[in-house]
């Protein structure tokens, strides 16, 4: 499964968290300050449709509101199958140390 480099930062933020649900304020972190006070609007949107993917891909649960048009997500947690996804996510970032 493929996933872009902000669904495996949010993948990882939801497992290195103390708290179970996350809410979706600690992904904009993936941006720089600058960037994000910019174009805030357009990064909401692509962290919002980021999570909505992850939500189909199964590996996220979100918690919010629906009204007749749109979805608001607040909250997410780790499914299971995102779990173990994670810590793969993980695993991959760590470096293996040379042996000479």
Same mark, same amino acid.
């Given at each position: 499964?493929?996933?872009?480099?902000? /669904?495996?930062?949010?993948?990882?933020?939801?497992?290195?968290?103390?708290?179970?649900?996350?809410?979706?304020?600690?992904?904009?972190?993936?941006?720089?300050?600058? !960037?994000? &006070?910019?174009?805030?609007?357009?990064?909401? &949107?692509?962290?919002?449709?980021?999570? !909505?993917?992850?939500?189909?891909? &199964?590996?996220?649960?979100?918690?919010?509101?629906?009204?007749?048009?749109?979805?608001?997500?607040?909250?997410?947690?780790?499914?299971?199958?995102?779990?173990?996804?994670?810590? !793969?996510?993980?695993?991959?970032? /760590?470096?293996?140390?040379?042996?000479?």
């Amino acid at each position: 499964m493929r996933l872009s480099g902000l /669904q495996k930062y949010i993948l990882a933020q939801c497992y290195s968290s103390k708290n179970s649900l996350c809410p979706k304020a600690n992904f904009y972190g993936f941006y720089l300050k600058k !960037e994000f &006070d910019k174009n805030k609007k357009g990064i909401q &949107d692509i962290i919002h449709r980021s999570l !909505e993917s992850l939500v189909a891909k &199964d590996l996220l649960i979100a918690f919010g509101r629906k009204t007749a048009k749109k979805w608001f997500i607040n909250k997410v947690k780790l499914t299971p199958k995102g779990k173990r996804a994670a810590k !793969e996510i993980i695993k991959q970032r /760590q470096r293996k140390l040379p042996i000479k």
